[in-house]
């Protein structure tokens, strides 16, 4: 058969591409896979975020407690169950934060306790941290709180001694501003600890401690649940004031 005749000054027709066939991948466990499966979705939940979607209504309360101790913003965020991915429970827990009352604000922090930093610096440092400290609660009546997720070890110390003095200069309400963000991002770094346990009872992710459930009607003054006693301390003999503070009867 003759070549097809070409009209004489008309481009050259190019010539069709080559095509290749590729084997489908083979497995070693015997079954053939793309040769370019998809990586496992950064969207995928971690353990203990799939724990909290599915765990009854009382254990996750109880956990996200131990998150923070609003008991506001412990029903809503377990009201919002399910949480798909991570994001969308830190985006759930700034909005709740956000939304929280003056009173929620007071409740959460009613429940925090001064948290020992590592034993870092000498005596003189930690001997200021302890007077910083106990000015800062006579002045605002609740534990300082301050994010140090970011902080290496080494820093936690000079941080907290420099935050500690720069907000004791601070009115009440711009205190209580600095105060909400910071135990913001404290909650999400907590939360953080939580979706990655593998038991959501677990001592290890915990920050807070709260004494049993008080029956209805023994809420004190400022319509808080009454928070557990400073670590470290025996609260034999202590006295809860109502207002943050726990002292001992006789001593001012």
């Known amino acids: ?47 203990g ?10 254990v996750a309360e109880a956990a996200l407690r131990s998150c923070c101790g609003s008991r506001r913003w ?3 965020m377990t009201a919002h169950r399910p949480y798909p991915t991570l994001e969308t429970l830190l985006a759930a827990a700034d ?19 001064t948290t020992a930093l590592a034993d870092r610096g000498n005596l003189v440092a930690h001997t200021a941290l302890r007077a910083a ?15 140090l997720s970011a902080a290496e070890p080494a820093e936690a110390l000079d941080l907290t001694l420099v935050s500690l003095r720069q907000r004791l200069g601070h009115e009440k ?18 939360l953080r600890r939580l979706a990655a346990a593998a038991d959501l009872t677990a001592e ?14 023994s809420l004190d003054s400022a319509g808080s649940l009454t928070p557990a006693p400073p670590r470290g301390t025996e609260p034999t003999g202590r006295r809860y004031d109502g207002r943050g503070r726990w002292t001992v009867p006789g001593r001012a």
Do not use: W
């Open 1 to 47: 058969m003759s070549a097809p005749r070409r009209t004489p000054g008309a481009p050259a027709r190019p010539a069709a591409p080559p095509t290749f066939t590729c084997a489908p991948y083979a497995s070693p466990y015997g079954r053939p896979t793309s040769p370019r499966s998809p990586p496992l979705s950064s969207d995928t939940p971690p353990e």
């Open 133 to 147: 400290h106990a000015a800062y609660e006579a002045k605002f009546q609740h534990a300082f709180v301050i994010d």
């Open 74 to 76: 412990v029903r809503r």
């Open 173 to 190: 309400d711009e205190e209580t501003v600095v105060a909400a963000e910071q135990l913001r991002r404290i909650c999400r770094a907590r």
């Open 204 to 217: 290890g992710h915990r920050d807070l401690r709260f004494p049993p459930d008080p029956a209805p009607g």
């Open 49 to 58: 975020l799939v724990l909290l979607n599915h765990a009854p209504t009382v």
């Open 95 to 113: 909005e709740a934060a956000y939304d929280l009352t003056p009173a929620d604000l007071a409740e959460a922090l009613a429940a925090e306790v």
